[in-house]
């Protein structure tokens, strides 16, 4: 197909991810192929931050990590791409993806701080004492129940909530976190004079200024109105008193927040004409990095949390679930599922189980036959999201047609084990979203993050959806995702520039795509097809663990 119109031959699309345990970076030429990638790990990388998984864990649920270890992560994985001789100063446009819900505090002051940011020295030299506490809560957050319910309770409930949001409160949405610290830690509540999302922080970093939040990380916080896209009056007095003005505008996922600050042309050598693209959340991000636009498909994304999602025209958002925007077109949404115990806890029954390998962790699952001999296992190592429950592990035996007559279990031999944890996982997965109305069976299941690499878990996500599997090249679609939107952007500020209007709705998504050469970073492969037999035989699996599961819940 033929180039678009004013599309940069020579230019460079950098997406950057600003994920819960790394940093990583994909960078496209104008045909979406991949040029550069980079990836760093918090803990091994930046030590001094003493993180385990990229956080610290608290009393009481807590779960923080050290902003200034974000911004130090940063110039680390920039001066990386820079030892191996990225070319900088071709990059036209900037994006990325940050880990969806948690929040930096700048204290009064910042912003000063970061419109002077100097070259001769690091940024987190510069911005150490940029912040009104040096701890974000993240994701991993399970603190706030007392919060949500008293949100809940002012705008109306709960499904008032999810109607206005597109979600009902949770504990590590951005709303009941900033309640919190305005209850417990009043005086960084007042000395905080902006509010960002991990995405909006890093963007900020990138132009040395406050960078707009976009409309689809927005949703994650209990805060927007989903359907007019602008703080909703009512969860925003909810929450704390003077918050508005903390927040900023919010703005368009395509939207550019500005040119890159000069601190980035002199150290690493952009373009001084770099446009710095409005940061995403990481699931929005790998939403538009799998280019999920058919009703049919949904991607399961594997990483340090378990996500699945798929797109609606229409969504009815309730109790279960989370509505966002879709971050490349205005008149759709994306529906998603979050669990919070994904590959850690896998990770966790493969170093007790399989000699902290995966491939053997492999090898394991795949020693029994689909079903699991009858055995079924839920493993919390962390508080649950979906369903809501304490952190722990049960397990049952359950030979005959229903939960009523599973029994306890106390362990299982580890291949057992590790089969169980694959097969619980994704049976949960495909129940709640049939719950939640995305399609069933799926046109097709593509995969991504880290635990899509496994062959065995690959295999059990067809037999349990009953569909083909689909996967593209690299496992961090949310970088990719973000140089896609980075390029996205630059095409609907060209066409606003030939009609001389700003363009609404946006240049369509699909002219990126369709730039897309043999060997582009967008091109999915089929890598497994189900067993449709052993599909058929899960549906009462699937049955049993639903009713254990809402048993476990006290639903
Ligand atoms: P995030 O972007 O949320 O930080 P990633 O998508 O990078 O997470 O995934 C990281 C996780 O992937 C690690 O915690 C690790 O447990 C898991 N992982 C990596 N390789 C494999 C594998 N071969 N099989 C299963 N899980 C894996
Ligand atoms: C989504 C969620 C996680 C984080 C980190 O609601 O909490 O997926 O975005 O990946």
């Not at 918090?42 to 998984?53: E, H, K, M, N």
């Not at 911005?127 to 974000?136: E, G, M, Q, R, W």
């Not at 362990?411 to 996982?425: M, N, T, Y």
């Amino acid at each position: 197909m033929a180039p678009v119109l004013g599309w940069p031959e020579e230019g460079l699309f950098l997406g950057l991810d600003s994920s819960t345990q790394s940093m990583k970076v994909t960078a496209l030429d104008s045909s979406l192929k991949v040029v550069a990638t980079q990836a760093i790990q918090f803990d091994s990388a930046l030590p001094q931050y003493g993180t385990t998984d990229g956080v610290h864990r608290g009393p009481n649920s807590q779960v923080t990590s050290p902003t200034l270890m974000w911004v130090e992560a940063l110039d680390l994985v920039l001066a990386r791409l820079q030892e191996a001789s990225f070319p900088f100063e071709r990059v036209a446009a900037v994006s990325g993806s940050g880990q969806q819900h948690g929040s930096v505090y700048w204290a009064n002051g910042a912003r000063s701080k970061l419109q002077s940011l100097r070259p001769s020295d690091s940024l987190a030299a510069q911005l150490k004492d940029a912040f009104a506490t040096p701890a974000s809560p993240v994701w991993m957050d399970s603190s706030t129940a007392k919060q949500c319910k008293e949100i809940e309770d002012a705008v109306g409930g709960p499904l008032e909530l999810a109607h206005l949001t597109g979600s009902r409160a949770y504990e590590r949405f951005t709303a009941s976190q900033i309640r919190k610290l305005y209850q417990q830690q009043p005086s960084v509540y007042e000395h905080c004079e902006r509010i960002s999302l991990v995405s909006s922080f890093m963007a900020s970093l990138l132009i040395g200024d406050y960078a707009s939040i976009d409309f689809s990380d927005g949703a994650g916080m209990n805060l927007m109105d989903l359907r007019s896209k602008t703080w909703a009056p009512a969860a925003v007095q909810a929450t704390a008193p003077g918050l508005e003005a903390k927040l900023g505008e919010l703005a368009p996922g395509h939207g550019a927040a500005g040119k890159i600050h000069d601190y980035f042309v002199k150290k690493y050598g952009f373009s001084e004409d770099c446009t710095v693209v409005n940061w995403s959340g990481d699931n929005p991000n790998s939403f538009a990095g799998l280019a999920l636009e058919k009703p049919g498909d949904i991607a399961v994304s594997l990483g340090t949390s378990d996500t699945v999602f798929g797109v609606v025209s229409d969504p009815n958002p309730g109790l279960e679930g989370h509505v966002f925007p879709n971050p490349v077109d205005p008149s759709s949404y994306m529906t998603m599922l979050c669990y919070k115990n994904g590959s850690l806890t896998r990770q966790g029954v493969r170093d007790r189980c399989a000699d902290k390998s995966w491939e053997h962790f492999a090898e394991l699952v795949q020693q029994v036959s689909p079903g699991n001999d009858d055995l079924h296992g839920f493993y919390y190592d962390e508080p649950e999201i979906l369903p809501p429950v304490p952190a722990g592990v049960l397990r049952f035996e359950c030979k005959g047609n229903s939960a009523e007559d599973a029994t306890p279990v106390s362990s299982f031999d580890d291949a057992h084990e590790c089969r169980a944890i694959v097969e619980g996982q994704l049976l949960s997965m495909r129940a709640h979203s049939e719950r939640i109305g995305m399609p069933s069976p799926p046109t097709r299941v593509i995969v991504t993050g880290g635990a899509s690499a496994n062959q065995a878990i690959v295999a059990t996500t067809a037999d349990v959806f009953g569909c083909d599997v689909f996967a593209a090249a690299g496992t961090d679609s949310a970088s990719l995702g973000a140089a896609l939107r980075a390029a996205h952007s630059l095409l609907c500020s060209q066409a606003s520039g030939r009609d001389g209007r700003p363009h609404v709705p946006p240049s369509p998504f699909s002219d990126v795509l369709s730039n897309a050469a043999d060997g582009s970073a967008i091109l999915l492969t089929k890598i497994r097809s189900p067993d449709m037999k052993v599909y058929g035989e899960y549906g009462k699996h699937l049955t049993i663990r639903s009713a254990l599961e809402r048993l476990i819940a006290g639903m």
